[in-house]
């Protein structure tokens, strides 16, 4: 499939309307790197480091974890790679951690509740970035913040460590921009001052529909449910939008749904200028949008709200189908 838009890979996804969007892909592994060039994604936009601590049946070791994080920057390249520190608990159990009898775990104490509860591994982890940057820029995010005061610890925490690695004669960031992943929807409504905390907003779309729609994303009778092209997402999206316009906040989208086509369009559309999806997405992604006129799309989009549409996926696609 990749070959297939290799004759785009090295064009810009610009629209018809003149709208660039940038396209990233999302990693996990250091086998995922070789993926950057041969998908022209540009950067890491969501680089998720639980699974080193998920294959494993002990904690890994600092060194080990910035010798990885090293080797990922040296193999993007210059590219931009934004880290997730770790977000466990939930669907993601470390099997050297005494398990929680939680009736609601994807509810309970996971990400960065877990971080900020016991800082220790995360001023470990936070470490291993710093020093695998080694004087490099950096970007991180923290996964599942749902109120202010929980992104000032964790850049408290963050704070905290660059002072002492700094005492450590270890080299700083050459640029550090601190980011939040944007996940229940208590965080679309924070002060705007937290809008101009942060350095960039990522919304996790999977765990953000989940909380949204009090649909389980590991439940097969409800996953699948609820359209993601539903008229109260879409328009809370966009309202995220908005509040990241306000104080000139750059606004990604991460969660799986920015890989799917149509979804993409649309969120496009609403005005989200970063997509990240996993790889194999890029090519099928870049080709619609290079196709589309955004701003017709957005019309539509609002005349199907207008018309009181459930989704506007019938709409959509109904345009699209004009169009090819
Ligand atoms: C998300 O919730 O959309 C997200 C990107 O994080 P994860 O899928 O790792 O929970
Ligand atoms: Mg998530």
């Known amino acids: 499939a990749q070959q297939r838009y290799a004759s785009i890979r090295d064009l810009p996804a610009e629209t018809l309307c003149g709208q660039r969007v940038k396209l990233m892909m999302n990693a996990g592994l250091m086998a995922d790197l070789p993926s950057l060039p041969s998908s022209g994604a540009e950067g890491v ?6 699974l080193q601590f998920l294959v494993r049946n002990q904690m890994p070791k600092r060194a080990e974890l910035s010798a990885l994080y090293a080797r990922v920057l040296d193999a993007a390249q210059g590219q931009r790679v934004i880290f997730r520190t770790l977000d466990i608990g939930s669907d993601k159990v470390l099997p050297y951690m ?10 309970g ?8 509860d016991k800082p220790g591994v995360l001023r470990m982890q936070l470490q291993a970035l710093i020093r695998a940057a080694n004087g490099r820029p950096l970007s991180l995010m923290f996964p599942f913040i749902a109120q202010i ?12 460590v660059l002072e002492r690695e700094t005492k450590l004669g270890h080299a700083l960031p050459e640029t550090l921009e601190v980011g939040t992943m944007l996940e229940t929807p208590s965080l679309a409504f924070a002060p705007q001052r937290f809008f101009e905390m942060v350095d960039f907003v990522s919304i996790g779309g999977n765990d953000l529909k989940q909380f949204f729609f009090a649909a389980d994303r590991e439940n097969e009778r409800v996953r699948r449910r609820y ?3 539903n008229v109260s997402f879409l328009s809370f999206i966009e309202g995220i939008v908005n509040r990241c316009r306000t104080t000139k906040t750059s606004l990604s989208f991460c969660g799986e749904d ?3 086509p149509i979804e993409a369009l649309c969120f496009a559309a609403i005005g989200v200028e970063t997509l990240s999806m996993r790889p194999a997405s890029i090519g099928p992604v870049k080709h619609l949008l290079r196709r589309t006129n955004l701003k017709e799309l957005k019309q ?14 019938d709409a959509v696609m109904d345009y699209m189908r004009q169009q090819s």
């Open 45 to 50: 936009g969501l680089f998720r480091t639980e």
């Open 98 to 107: 005494k398990p929680n009898d939680e009736p609601n775990p994807a509810l």
């Open 109 to 116: 104490w996971r990400a960065i509740r877990v971080g900020l």
């Open 149 to 160: 005061d929980e992104f000032e610890m964790a850049r408290a925490e963050l704070d905290k």
């Open 227 to 229: 359209d993601t092209l």
């Open 258 to 260: 920015a890989g799917r």
């Open 300 to 313: 539509v989009i609002d005349a199907s709200r207008e018309a009181g549409d459930q989704s506007v996926r």
